[in-house]
């Protein structure tokens, strides 16, 4: 039963700071998109808004397609580099991994009339486009640690068995008592079996997979080569999973009294999250001169169908005995869901300013209103499905994205690319400062019916989160205390390359 995952698993909820944080946390993951198609959209940032021509823009502006004067196909395969160093009370980790993808494949089909059709015909070109653009990557890896010895993540186990029971094994409480990690005091009130006091070694690892991949539907054309019209149907493709391992030992040098022989714990818990989704994207390109166009574009949101699943496991160690509680032992119970989610809506505006021969520089303004995501819960949910919208629209805020990008015709078939992005802040509360920089380079070899690029896009963000979350209300194993929080810094290459054939 979903109840579970929003009251059970938070009690230690590994990874943000409200008691939804997983279900905010994944809602943030399937709306944070960033184009990741051709190695030639890559190059020059993803600004691509006004430009057109190049199969990315089927998922920025669709209107993009009635610039095209040829067929084509374009396949586009990439390396992604990620790293992540973690900070945490005093302790540094580092964790790196690479990932081989497919970012784009692609087919456009354009009609484009010649010389007396060319003159009598309004419509001068029309083009139908299908194929897949990446949109997110989910792949990376993190991990912090630190000696603590003002909390411990057990105290929020003694916090719900203190307001609530250890009976029921709908609540946190229950998993603190059957892992042996609550005990009463002569008060007969629940508190921690852990002697943090003296100190102990805290430890998260966090390792993600997966993608979103947009299947596109795109139509447009270009009116009396002022005017680029389309649209495009965006079919989604999700596949998430996260496995998190957290981890309390004794500290070197802990010498706290330990009546209950205390030794370790740990919580491991597996989410997998699958579904398919829908939206629409329109855009407008207006050539207002020869050098000069602008270009705005809607994407509604995505409505998503998603299948949940998630598996906890705990283990604890008492005079060196082993406690495991698991599915296996039917202690602990693999939860499955299935609900709707809705995306933010967002709006792009863009200008690209072109120098025939030589090259153009283009830039994109968007919008993203993080605070409209919605979950959508059967009915039996209703409570918890008003609860979980109230505390997204609190936590997240609309963010202003800004990408430039400029590419220099070196000589007839060979070009140089270079682009920056910045995509805002979407935290209220919460969450860090949480802006990304992008900084990207390409090179671009054309030729009459072949052409091929490759690109290099560096990204930097940072995220914070705090490890779990106690309500000192109900705690008596010890005064209440600012809980710790771990700054994570965080970076990717994707080195892309595609190849492409007009036809």
């Known amino acids: ?127 139908f486009g299908f194929g897949m653009n990446r949109v997110a990557d989910f792949n990376r890896r993190y991990s912090y640690n630190g000696v603590n010895n003002t909390s411990s993540a057990t105290q929020a186990f003694e916090s719900d068995a203190n307001q609530y029971n250890t009976t029921d094994l709908d609540l946190p409480g229950y998993i603190g008592y059957q892992a042996y990690l609550l005990n009463q005091d002569t008060g007969n009130r629940w508190v921690t079996s852990v002697p943090f006091a003296g100190g102990i ?62 030794n370790w714990f740990s919580y491991n818990q597996a989410v997998d999250l699958e579904g398919g989704g829908a939206n629409l994207k ?12 602008i270009g705005a574009a809607f994407h509604t949101p ?55 021969g030589l090259g153009f520089i283009t830039a994109d303004y968007e919008y993203v209103d993080y605070a409209s995501m919605s979950y959508m819960y059967p009915e039996d949910y209703s409570y918890d499905e008003s609860v979980m919208n109230s505390t997204i629209s609190s936590t997240y805020q609309g963010t202003s994205n800004f990408r430039l990008g400029a590419e220099a015709l070196l000589t007839k078939y060979f070009m140089a690319r270079a682009g920056f992005g910045y995509y805002g802040n979407p935290y209220k509360v919460g969450g860090g400062d949480a802006q990304r920089m992008d900084f990207s380079a390409g090179l671009g070899f054309h030729f009459e019916n072949f052409f091929t690029d490759v690109a290099v896009v560096h990204s930097r963000w940072q995220m914070v989160e705090q490890p779990y979350n106690i309500d000192f209300n109900y705690v008596y194993s010890g005064p209440s205390a600012m809980l710790p929080s771990a700054a994570i810094d965080l970076k990717s290459t994707n080195i892309a390359w595609t190849i492409g054939m007009k036809f």
Not at 1 to 30: F, H, W
Not at 282 to 293: C, L, S
Not at 325 to 343: K, R
């Open 201 to 262: 070694n805290q430890m998260k690892n966090v390792r993600e997979s997966g993608r979103i991949n947009e299947y596109t539907l795109s139509l447009g054309g270009n009116y009396k080569e002022r005017l680029m019209l389309g649209a495009t149907v965006g079919l989604t493709d999700l596949r998430y999973r996260r496995r998190s391992l957290y981890t309390e030992s004794l500290a070197t040098g802990n010498n706290a009294p330990n009546p209950y022989g205390f």
């Open 282 to 293: 329109i855009g407008a390109i207006y050539k207002i001169t020869n050098f000069f166009r």
């Open 302 to 356: 995505t409505i998503y169908g998603i299948s949940d699943t998630y598996v906890p496991e705990v283990r604890s160690s008492h005079n060196n005995n082993l406690r495991v509680l698991d599915i296996g032992n039917e202690l602990l119970a693999q939860n499955n869901f299935n609900y709707s989610f809705a995306s933010p809506w967002r709006g792009i505006l863009s200008a690209t300013f072109i120098v025939k």
């Open 1 to 127: 039963m979903y109840y579970r995952k929003l009251v059970a698993i938070p009690a230690l909820l590994l990874g943000t700071l409200s008691a939804e944080a997983q279900s905010l946390a994944d809602a943030y993951n399937l709306s944070n998109l960033t184009v990741q198609g051709t190695a030639r959209s890559m190059g020059f940032g993803n600004a691509l808004g006004s430009v057109g021509a190049d199969f990315s823009t089927l998922s920025v502006n669709p209107a993009g397609i009635g610039v095209y004067r040829s067929s084509e196909f374009t396949l586009t395969p990439s390396l992604r580099i990620n790293g992540a160093e973690g900070q945490y009370i005093a302790g540094k980790t580092a964790d790196n991994n690479v990932n081989f993808n497919i970012n784009n494949f692609g087919m456009v089909f354009t009609s484009a009339p010649k010389g007396k059709r060319y003159e009598r015909r309004s419509w001068k070109a029309v083009s």
